[in-house]
């Protein structure tokens, strides 16, 4: 079992930039892939960006493509996203997802279904 914990959150103007950080700790952080989500008040959770084991891959929404990095520090047991450019419809609570299970699909990383353990989650809010 892993439990996962997100920080970064805040609120910030259209156009800044923030890096959330999910740290985790349990069992070794490595066989884990990971995902980032997020929740805006009245819709569903939404993919926004995943990554694999090795960090070797990295899948991003199109929404946030080309803006959003996710990224992966074993050592430091931490999987971050960097956000650039944000804009209003940014804001939402973030998730921060983990999987231990072997991934033969890239499409499993889109899925909240596929991943087995959640951290609370972070606001972030983006003012106009």
């Known amino acids: 079992q892993v439990q996962l914990e997100e920080s970064g959150g805040g609120l910030v103007q259209a156009g800044g930039s923030l890096r959330l950080s999910c740290a985790a700790s349990?069992?070794?952080?490595?066989?884990?892939?990971m995902g980032w989500f997020r929740q805006a008040p009245g819709k569903e959770r939404d993919f926004v960006a995943g990554i694999t084991r090795t960090g070797t891959s990295t899948y991003h929404a199109e929404s946030v493509e080309g803006r959003f990095t996710i990224s992966r520090d074993d050592v430091k047991n931490t999987v971050y996203l960097q956000m650039n450019s944000l804009k209003p419809e940014d804001t939402a609570v973030y998730y921060c997802?983990?999987?231990?299970?072997?991934?033969?699909?890239?499409?499993?990383?889109?899925?909240?279904?596929?991943?087995?353990?959640w951290g609370q989650g972070t606001q972030v809010t983006v003012s106009s």
């Open positions: 349990g069992r070794t952080f490595s066989i884990y892939s």
């Open positions: 997802a983990a999987d231990p299970n072997i991934r033969l699909s890239a499409a499993l990383y889109y899925s909240a279904a596929s991943y087995l353990y």
